[in-house]
Structure formats: C-alpha cells, structure tokens
C-alpha cells in the first residue's frame, strides 16, 4: 500500500510517497525559482511550478518501483494561475499569495463598504492576500486576460487546481482553497456572486469545487505528464495548512497547529459551525463525506523566509542550519528584535504597508544576535496569533503542535515555549502537510478509516517553558513596542 503526496509550496515542489503506517518511503524536492519584479511583488512561473511537481513526482514514483494506490494534492494557498483553456498556456506568472500588488483594489472595496459583506460572507477580511483581487489585478492589467475571458477561454484556480487541470483536464478545486479566494461563500459553499460581480470577475472563469475527499480523476497521457504517472488517480485535494492541520490530527475542537515554512499559520479547530472574529479569518479547514468542519487561522507572511533573506540577501549564513548555530552561541539577542514585515503584517496587525526592521542594535551587535533575533521574532509572531486566538475565541490553549521546515529548530521551539507557556508538541513526521494529503487521499481509497489515522501521529519532542515567566512577559512587551516602530514607521505617506 502506498500513496504519493504531490506537495507545492511556496519555495519548493515536492512529492513524498508514504507507506501504509505513514511513514516517509522517498522523497523528492525541489527549489522554484522567486521573481520580485517591483517592490512588494512576488511571482512564480507556473510552468516551473508544473515542470518540478512532476518531476520529484516521477523520480519518487520510479524510485520506489512499486503500485501507488492513491494521490494527495497540497499547494501554497491563494496563489493564483490564469491560462487559455484551449491552448494550456498561462497568460502571466503566477501571483503569490506574499505578493502586495492588489492593495490598492483591496483598498477600494473598503472605501465602497463591501468589507462587512466580504467578511460576512468569506470569513476573510479584505487583504491583498486573498487570491479575489490578484485575479481582478490580472483582468485589469494583462490584455489577453480580458480577450480570453470575452471569448469564453480564460481558466482561473490556485495551484492545486493548475495541477489538476494539467494532470486530469478537470476544472476543479476544493473547499479549503475555494475558502481562501476571497469569493467563496464558506457557508453555502459556493462562489458569491456578488462579489464577483464587484470585482467584475467571470463565474465561469472559476473552477468547480468539490469535497477534499473526492475523485478529482485520473491522470492523462500529455506533453508535459511523465509516462509513470498516467492512470494513477487522485483521491484528494487540499491547502497546505488545512493539509498540515489534518496532518497533524487537529480533528477535536480547540485543537491547535502553527506550521513554521516560508510564513507561520496557526489554526484552530472551531468545529461544524462557522465562528466569525475580528483579527483572525475564518475558513474551511476540510469537508469529508458532506460534513463541513471550520478553523479560525492566523498568518504571518514572513517567517522562515526571513531565514532565507539571511542567506541569500544579506549573506550572513550559508544555509538555514546555519543561523540555529549562530543563535546558539549567544545566552539571548543582545536586545536586537526583528520585525519580519517585508509585505506587510498578517493577524492581528493586517497592515499591507508594514515593512521590516532591525531594533536595538548597539555597535557591539554581531551575526550571532541577530540570527537569534530573526528566529525569536517567528516565534514572537506565533504567540500574537496563539494569543489572539485565545482572546477572540476566549480559550485556553495548553499544546501547541508544530510542523514545517524552520520547527526543527530547538532553540526557536524552546522560545516559542518559554514566551507562550504552553507545551510546544513537535511529531516525529513535520512532513504534516504532504501527510494530511495523504490521509485525505487514503480515506477516500478506502484505505484507511478516520480511526486508524487518528492513531497514527508521535511525538518526536515536547518542549516545555523553562524561563522566568516575569522574563517572558518582558521580552514581549519589548515585542511589542517593535512592532508598534514598525507600523508607526509604515504609516507615512512615502511608504505607501
Ligand atoms: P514552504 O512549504 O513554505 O516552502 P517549508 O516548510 O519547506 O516551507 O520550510 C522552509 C523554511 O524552513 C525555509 O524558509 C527555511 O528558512 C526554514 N528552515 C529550513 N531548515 C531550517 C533550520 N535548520 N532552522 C531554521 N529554519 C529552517
């Protein structure tokens, strides 16, 4: 028994194939290319993102030699893709969910007063974010847009439903995805026409949206498809977080989950009834078998990347690892705090003109402590989320259970810890997203009942608050006062 997960992210595609206990038989990844064409801007190339998902989906496939039951889709989220559906070929890069460019149509639907509407309807606040106003920014601004979409031709979807439409010709997506555009009414579950007329955006543009459980088809014979994947069917579709969130097993109400990648989600379990908050959005986090659980979600859109900007920018590390032995090496950040905001602040802050910053730096000030100021300030953004959550929805929250590629940092998860005074639970697979395609997949192969996964998840490591709790408090209030810098920095009119 086996089943492949195709996992695209944000900075890379990969495909993982996973056996019958869920455990990891090979894996493949690989690196797609960043393209920021102006300031604030974030693209990728969806033949790249195509091109690599196949090919760590075939290396894996041959690799292990075997029959593949079932497959699992998981992709960055609110991504958006348009093509010709006649010809396949994408009219423009892909816009990234990081990517600011639509802020000014964001802006525009506030001033028209359709913000309590959207909310109401979407769970979502208006941000540019969201993939609804990445769509109207392509419309208005790429010519073929409106001539496709005039002649019938043009195809919308977020990355999950360009890989499907690739691999099967379906014109499908899921409710986690469909959850996240900004469009999608997460209570009736379907496409809100009034929106879409505001954004003056063609329904038929939109893909179909189906259960995350569901046969989206089976793979077809193309151009681009590997011979070894053709008739090979997929069972499953979801959002990389809601992937995770499954992954991870976060199936009880109160359940909680932050996924440290390229940015920080944290999700929360709100069970079968739709819970609306100020700060945080609300969104479908599955719908197995015609029954619609929801989650209330916080993000922070820089987090692992300011990792990356470490090496590839500023050239301080070599590689990720790197900036973990730095940060070891000092007993604390020397009173450095990092802001991550290079597009803006997600929950609770949501200021799309927030921009990042380096605070209290001394001439004394050396690569160590700032390493250590980059992985404390993830870990500070992830305590704002668990603690709006905990506000807004007037809980407690004793475990936090943790994934993704920066988690495997011990000195970042202990000062998680320590700030939040919970238990940080990391499992021994953080491979959850790719994971939760696969149990969504092998549910509806019939491979496994909801009871057996539910047994299936380990904890690698707990860690437990071991500072001072008054330090705690100190050091984020001092957070704090950072990030009001920052948005006091961002409200002047040259920065926007
Ligand atoms: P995504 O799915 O968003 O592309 P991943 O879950 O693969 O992201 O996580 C990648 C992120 O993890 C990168 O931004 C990288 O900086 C970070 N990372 C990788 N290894 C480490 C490490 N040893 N310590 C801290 N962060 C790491």
Redesign the pocket.
């Given at each position: 028994m086996a089943i492949l997960a195709l996992?695209q992210?944000?900075?890379?595609s990969?495909a993982l194939i996973f056996d019958n206990d869920g455990n990891i038989v090979c894996q493949r990844?690989k690196s797609i290319t960043q393209y920021y064409p102006s300031l604030g801007f974030v693209e990728h190339d969806p033949l790249e993102i195509l091109d690599t998902e196949l090919l760590c989906a075939a290396e894996c496939v041959k690799e292990y030699g075997e029959k593949i039951d079932a497959v699992g889709i998981t992709n960055?989220r609110e991504t958006v893709i348009a093509w010709d559906k006649d010809t396949g070929t994408p009219i423009y890069n892909a816009i990234v969910w990081q990517c600011r460019r639509s802020a000014g149509i964001c802006e525009e639907l506030i001033s028209g007063g359709h913000e309590d509407y959207i909310h109401k309807t979407t769970g979502l606040g208006v941000d540019a974010y969201f993939s609804g106003t990445k769509m109207k920014w392509i419309l208005d601004n790429v010519p073929k847009a409106q001539e496709l979409a005039n002649e019938g031709r043009l195809l919308f979807g977020t990355v999950d439903c360009w890989l499907i439409w690739n691999l099967t010709k379906n014109h499908y997506t899921d409710v986690t995805n469909a959850s996240r555009t900004m469009l999608f009414d997460i209570q009736k579950l379907k496409w809100d026409k009034k929106i879409c007329d505001i954004l003056k955006l063609p329904m038929s543009s939109l893909p179909q949206v189906k259960d995350n459980c569901f046969d989206f088809g089976e793979i077809r014979k193309g151009e681009r498809i590997p011979d070894c994947l053709v008739g090979l069917r997929i069972c499953a579709s979801v959002g990389?977080q809601q992937g995770a969130m499954f992954g991870q097993q976060c199936t009880n109400i109160g359940d909680v989950k932050n996924?440290?990648?390229?940015?920080c989600f944290t999700l929360m379990n709100i069970g079968e009834k739709i819970r609306l908050a100020n700060k945080l959005v609300t969104t479908i986090a599955w719908r197995i078998k015609g029954k619609t659980v929801y989650a209330a979600e916080g993000s922070v859109f820089n987090?692992?990347?300011?990792?990356?900007w470490l090496?590839d920018e500023l050239k301080m590390i070599n590689?990720?690892?790197e900036?973990?032995i730095y940060a070891e090496r000092v007993p604390d950040s020397g009173g450095v705090v990092f802001v991550s905001a290079f597009t803006g602040l997600g929950a609770p802050y949501w200021d799309m003109y927030a921009r990042g910053a380096l605070l209290g730096a001394t001439r004394g000030t050396k690569r160590e402590h700032i390493c250590r100021a980059v992985?404390e300030g993830i870990a500070f953004q992830v305590a704002d989320l668990v603690n709006t959550i905990k506000t807004e929805f007037d809980c407690d929250i004793s475990r936090l259970m943790v994934?993704?590629?920066?988690?495997?940092?011990d000195i970042?998860m202990q000062f998680q810890a320590d700030i939040l005074r919970c238990a940080v639970d990391r499992p021994r697979c953080v491979e959850s997203?790719a994971l939760g395609a696969a149990y969504l997949a092998g549910l509806q192969a019939g491979i496994w009942t909801p009871d057996e996964i539910s047994k299936k998840r380990v904890s690698e490591k707990v860690f437990e608050a071991s500072m001072l709790e008054r330090k705690a408090e100190e050091l984020y209030k001092r957070w704090k006062r950072a990030v009001g810098a920052v948005s006091y920095f961002s409200n002047c009119e040259l920065n926007k």
């Open positions: 996992d992210g944000t900075t890379s990969r990844s960055q990389d996924t440290y990648g390229t940015g987090a692992g990347s300011s990792i990356q090496r590689t990720a690892k900036c973990d992985l994934d993704g590629g920066a988690c495997v940092s970042m997203t």
